[in-house]
């Protein structure tokens, strides 16, 4: 471990408890207990048997584990460790220690942090460094710098463990913004840069890993006009050099703005991204509009993952009639890749759906969706070849209609529920090897005492799939029930299932129970069983397999 990572990671907290930090708020030192300790130590012991089949797990095992928080002030360290038969492990705060103590508009952040200024700039991605954020009023101004990415240097001896050599990335990003309920602006920005002296060259060039670096600016724009009225745009431009060993070149028209903080090269590309929303809500018509539009390999070293290469349009409206008991949801989504004109064949998706809910009285509703999804190609910098053309769609039905009847002493519930889906492929040289049709159908009753603390459930479900191998029908029936005793210290509960399909047969039966002692002790002991008859040894092998488990459990 990097010893420089401790050093940090102590020198935070002992500024943090000297100085009586609270994560949350200064104002609230000398008002609250200054310790508090909380967590959940727990126990587990599993038997375990099979007959007709290879042990697919230890015939026993034992697990010891814990979580346990200390909070000084409102300063959590969180404390875990666990053991068991296989496997030992214990973990302390200081790996991921990090702290952000506050007082009235001006926050700290210390050691492991994830802000997010922007979805394009800095997104969530953790950081160890130290940074501050202050917002007075209306204005805002953030800023952190440190480790993005920790280096890993690879054992060349080690030939078991396979590890793919990263270089060490550091960085800082800023943002400085203005906002009140009408309207806001917030620009934003990150440079990040990976570190060349923490790999050996040997062993980069060996994984094929080269040393990057990257530039990206932003800009938020939020606006008001109504209270049920809102408009947002969220934009960036990134320059991503991937490799800043090559050589440098002149500044072109595009990347002159980045030319003092980042010096372009060969291995240089300027990429942007786009976003923006508006939204309408109305207690009886609603809209959320879309546009997205993200270049190909769009990369912030902010965000842990961006979606390129897409560009989208998408509309959800929505209805709500007759007191709401009658609402219409609907969504069209429209997008396409191969932005740049550089891919083989350009791939369109459009994505219809709508969902009517109808609730005429408390004790009846129904839910109807109808949806689909088709995709096609078309020639990009080569036709398509007809054998190989992707022209799909995915049409789905639902019909889920409900029933329950509620008095002082049991709830009834009745749950139906049907869906028809099929892929459709209009490429007949393609359609007999990927053409199905499925149809899903299941029926739930659920009693429930009210005043006896008991539930019962049953249900039974259908599946028909039809595909290049033929008709698959199977049937699935279970039965399952709970109940709570002297007052809810002992609960008990059980289920059985079984599964009949053409070739196979599979029955499950589960039996447990849970003892609290007050509000820091509970014993539970579960079984479970499994037995398979199957035709084919290979694919529906036929065996009887037993679990059991006994555990413990302290909370404080």
Same mark, same amino acid.
């Given at each position: 471990m990097?010893?420089?990572?401790?050093?940090?990671?102590?020198?935070f907290?002992?500024?943090?408890?000297?100085?009586?930090?609270?994560?949350?708020?200064?104002e609230?030192?000398?008002?609250?207990s200054?310790v508090?300790?909380?967590g959940?130590?727990?126990?587990r012991?599993?038997?375990?048997g099979v007959?007709?089949?290879?042990? @697919?797990?230890?015939?026993?095992?034992?697990?010891?584990?814990?979580?346990?928080?200390?909070?000084?002030?409102?300063?959590?360290l969180p404390?875990?460790?666990?053991?068991?038969?296989?496997?030992?492990?214990?973990?302390?705060p200081?790996?991921?220690?990090?702290?952000?103590p506050?007082?009235?508009?001006?926050?700290?952040?210390?050691?492991?942090?994830n802000l997010?200024?922007?979805? +394009?700039?800095?997104?969530?991605?953790?950081?160890?460094?130290?940074?501050?954020?202050? /917002?007075p =009023?209306? &204005?805002?101004?953030?800023?952190?710098?440190?480790?993005?990415?920790?280096?890993?240097?690879?054992?060349?001896?080690?030939?078991?463990?396979?590890?793919?050599?990263?270089?060490? @990335?550091?960085?800082?990003?800023?943002?400085?913004?203005?906002?009140n309920n009408? &309207?806001?602006?917030?620009?934003?920005?990150?440079?990040?840069?990976d570190?060349t002296t923490?790999?050996?060259?040997?062993?980069?060039e060996?994984?094929?890993?080269?040393?990057?670096?990257?530039?990206?600016?932003?800009?938020?724009?939020?606006?008001?006009?109504?209270n049920?009225?809102?408009?947002?745009?969220?934009?960036?431009?990134?320059?991503?050099?991937?490799?800043?060993?090559s050589?440098?070149?002149?500044?072109s028209?595009?990347?002159?703005?980045?030319?003092?903080?980042?010096?372009?090269?060969?291995?240089?590309?300027i990429y942007?991204?786009?976003?923006?929303?508006?939204?309408?809500?109305?207690?009886?018509?609603? /809209?959320?509009?879309? %546009?997205? @539009?993200?270049?190909?390999? %769009?990369?912030?070293?902010g965000?842990? +993952?961006?979606?390129?290469?897409?560009e989208?349009?998408?509309?959800?409206?929505?209805?709500?009639?007759?007191? !709401?008991?009658?609402?219409?949801?609907?969504?069209?989504?429209?997008?396409?890749d191969?932005?740049?004109?550089?891919?083989?064949?350009?791939?369109?998706?459009?994505?219809?759906?709508?969902?009517?809910?109808?609730?005429?009285?408390?004790?009846?509703?129904i839910?109807?969706?109808?949806?689909?999804? /088709?995709?096609?190609?078309?020639?990009?910098?080569?036709?398509v070849?007809?054998?190989t053309?992707?022209?799909?769609?995915?049409? /789905?039905?639902m019909?889920?209609?409900?029933?329950?009847?509620?008095?002082?002493?049991?709830?009834?519930?009745?749950?139906?529920?049907?869906?028809?889906? !099929?892929?459709?492929?209009?490429n007949? &040289?393609?359609?007999?090897?990927?053409?199905?049709?499925?149809?899903i159908?299941?029926?739930?009753?659920?009693?429930?005492?009210?005043?006896?603390?008991?539930?019962?459930?049953g249900?039974?479900?259908?599946?028909?799939m039809?595909?290049?191998?033929?008709e698959?029908?199977?049937?699935?029936?279970?039965l399952?029930g709970?109940?709570?005793l002297?007052?809810?210290?002992?609960?008990?509960n059980g289920?059985?299932?079984?599964?009949?399909?053409?070739?196979s @047969?599979?029955v499950?039966?589960?039996?447990?129970?849970? %003892? !609290?002692t007050?509000?820091?002790?509970?014993?539970?002991?579960? &079984?479970?069983?499994?037995?398979?008859? =199957?035709?084919?040894?290979i694919?529906?092998?036929?065996?009887?397999?037993?679990?059991?488990?006994?555990?413990?459990?302290? !909370?404080?």
């Open positions: 990097n010893i420089a990572r401790y050093i940090i990671a102590t020198t907290l002992i500024l943090t408890l000297g100085l009586h930090l609270n994560a949350q708020d200064l609230r030192v000398g008002k609250e200054p508090k300790l909380s959940a130590i727990s126990s012991l599993v038997g375990y007959s007709g089949i290879e042990n @697919r797990r230890d015939p026993f095992s034992a697990l010891v584990a814990g979580n346990v928080t200390l909070d000084l002030y409102g300063l959590q404390f875990s460790f666990s053991w068991s038969t296989q496997d030992r492990s214990f973990s302390q200081f790996n991921q220690f990090g702290a952000s506050q007082y009235k508009w001006a926050t700290a952040h210390l050691g492991y942090r997010s200024f922007s979805p +394009y700039t800095l997104s969530g991605h953790q950081m160890l460094g130290a940074g501050v954020e202050l /917002m =009023g209306d &204005f805002r101004a953030s800023f952190i710098a440190g480790e993005l990415q920790q280096g890993v240097q690879v054992d060349t001896a080690d030939t078991l463990n396979i590890v793919e050599p990263v270089y060490r @990335r550091t960085g800082y990003a800023g943002r400085l913004g203005y906002g009408g &309207f806001s602006v917030d620009l934003s920005f990150l440079k990040a840069a570190d923490s790999l050996r060259n040997t062993i980069a060996n994984a094929n890993v080269r040393p990057g670096e990257n530039l990206v600016v932003g800009a938020t724009f939020g606006l008001k006009p109504a049920n009225l809102t408009f947002k745009i969220d934009g960036a431009v990134s320059s991503y050099t991937r490799d800043v060993r050589d440098s070149i002149a500044l028209d595009e990347a002159e703005a980045f030319g003092d903080v980042i010096t372009p090269r060969a291995s240089t590309q942007t991204a786009l976003r923006a929303d508006a939204n309408y809500y109305g207690n009886v018509f609603s /809209m959320n509009a879309n %546009y997205t @539009r993200i270049d190909p390999d %769009y990369q912030s070293m965000a842990y +993952y961006t979606s390129g290469d897409v989208s349009v998408s509309i959800a409206p929505s209805l709500a009639v007759a007191n !709401r008991k009658l609402t219409f949801n609907g969504s069209f989504t429209w997008g396409h191969n932005l740049q004109g550089k891919k083989l064949a350009t791939t369109e998706n459009l994505s219809p759906s709508l969902t009517m809910n109808w609730s005429p009285s408390a004790s009846f509703g839910l109807l969706t109808g949806s689909t999804q /088709m995709i096609s190609q078309s020639e990009g910098t080569l036709p070849n007809d054998t053309r992707l022209h799909q769609q995915t049409p /789905m039905v019909v889920a209609p409900r029933y329950m009847i509620t008095d002082t002493t049991f709830s009834h519930a009745f749950f139906l529920t049907a869906t028809h889906q !099929r892929l459709l492929d209009n007949t &040289f393609t359609a007999s090897y990927s053409e199905y049709n499925t149809t159908a299941s029926l739930s009753y659920t009693l429930t005492g009210l005043k006896s603390s008991f539930s019962v459930t249900s039974l479900t259908g599946t028909r039809e595909n290049l191998a033929g698959q029908i199977t049937t699935s029936v279970s399952g709970s109940k709570g002297f007052k809810e210290k002992l609960g008990l289920s059985i299932s079984a599964t009949l399909g053409e070739n @047969r599979t499950a039966l589960g039996l447990g129970g849970i %003892y !609290r007050g509000d820091h002790h509970s014993f539970n002991l579960n &079984f479970s069983t499994v037995s398979a008859n =199957g035709s084919d040894e694919k529906n092998s036929t065996f009887t397999e037993y679990t059991g488990i006994a555990g413990y459990a302290y !909370r404080f």
